[in-house]
């Protein structure tokens, strides 16, 4: 009961917290221009509206007022504020105390490179190269604090002072990288531990006649199986960081993101928020240039599904879409009535 009230304090807290950073946060109300030029200023140095990085700062600023727009909305008609939390409802949110940042990582979203960088800027990592640190070592426990590590007088002065950093994307095409990457690939360490760990249930679950390899390696798993499982909501156990919902794993209606960078223009929104954080030293890793991007082979993998799937897709990320302004359209080509 006392870690209840306790947690019960902090949700009042954070929602205090964001109108303090921001007043038009559940106000319905647009910040003027002034306001703007404000949310971009810090002790050393005021961000101008022009120069190399403006549109990124632009939209950044545009971003996180829909943000805060969209959720007021959503409030109106869904009392999501009141929902159970618990101290792990904020497991994902790592803390930068040297530059004063909260990331909220999102597994799929180039979290992996964003992990990087705050290495080498935080000086966890002697080169300035992001893309020398192993990728384990980028997500090895222990690399960053969690906001969760910390006292509730700590989480309330973070929240309302710190800068708050999310990267979204579209959830279809973040679903069909986890697929592709995690089930579909072969001879790769993650993705053996996914087979493992799910690919064989999903083939013993949802195949009829399965073969005995099929069942022993968990390999061959069908994106139209995957997301059958992925969409069963008959057990908690199919639920993953790398599929869950963002708006479960960061909360982006109780935390004040001040900085919404999106997937499609991950490179520009990070140069933005480096030198937002004073960072001059590290670039932020590029797409290879031989890599075909996951939004190319969409229609590939989404035809196979079945009208049902796709329903039971949008409502599951119903919230991703709406808060983050991606629509099925994008993704389908059409929308579900």
């Not at 069963?232 to 993953?240: A, C």
């Amino acid at each position: 009961m006392t870690e209840c009230r306790v947690w019960g304090t902090v949700l009042f807290l954070i929602n205090i917290s964001s109108l303090m950073v921001d007043t038009s946060a559940f106000g319905g109300r647009t910040s003027t221009n002034d306001e703007k030029g404000r949310s971009f200023e810090t002790e050393d140095s005021v961000y101008s509206w022009t120069g190399p990085n403006a549109l990124a700062r632009s939209a950044l600023v545009e971003r996180q007022e829909r943000l805060q727009y969209n959720c007021e909305e959503i409030f109106e008609v869904r009392d999501s504020l009141n929902e159970d939390l618990n101290p792990e409802s904020f497991r994902n949110i790592l803390v930068d105390e040297q530059h004063e940042l909260l990331y909220c990582y999102v597994p799929k979203v180039a979290c992996t490179n964003w992990k990087r960088v705050l290495m080498v800027a935080t000086g966890k990592w002697p080169g300035n190269d992001p893309m020398e640190i192993p990728a384990d070592q980028a997500h090895s426990p222990g690399t960053f604090q969690r906001l969760t590590n910390y006292t509730l007088s700590e989480i309330e002065r973070m929240l309302a002072t710190y800068d708050k950093l999310i990267v979204v994307r579209h959830p279809l095409e973040r679903l069909l990288s986890a697929y592709r990457n995690k089930l579909e690939a072969k001879h790769e360490k993650s993705s053996r531990y996914f087979q493992t760990r799910f690919g064989k249930k999903i083939i013993r679950r949802y195949r009829q006649n399965a073969t005995v390899e099929s069942l022993r390696n968990g390999d061959d798993v069908t994106f139209r199986e995957f997301v059958q499982f992925v969409t069963d909501d008959s057990s908690n156990e199919t639920r993953n960081e790398h599929w869950k919902p963002i708006y479960e794993l960061c909360h982006p209606c109780l935390v004040n993101y001040n900085l919404v960078s999106k997937y499609e223009s991950l490179v520009e929104d990070a140069t933005e928020v480096l030198e937002r954080m004073g960072v001059e030293s590290v670039n932020f890793p590029t797409k290879p240039v031989n890599s075909e991007p996951t939004a190319k082979k969409l229609e590939k993998y989404y035809s196979t599904l079945t009208y049902k799937q796709l329903r039971k897709l949008a409502d599951l990320y119903k919230l991703d879409l709406r808060l983050f302004d991606y629509s099925l359209e994008d993704v389908l080509g059409f929308s579900l009535a």
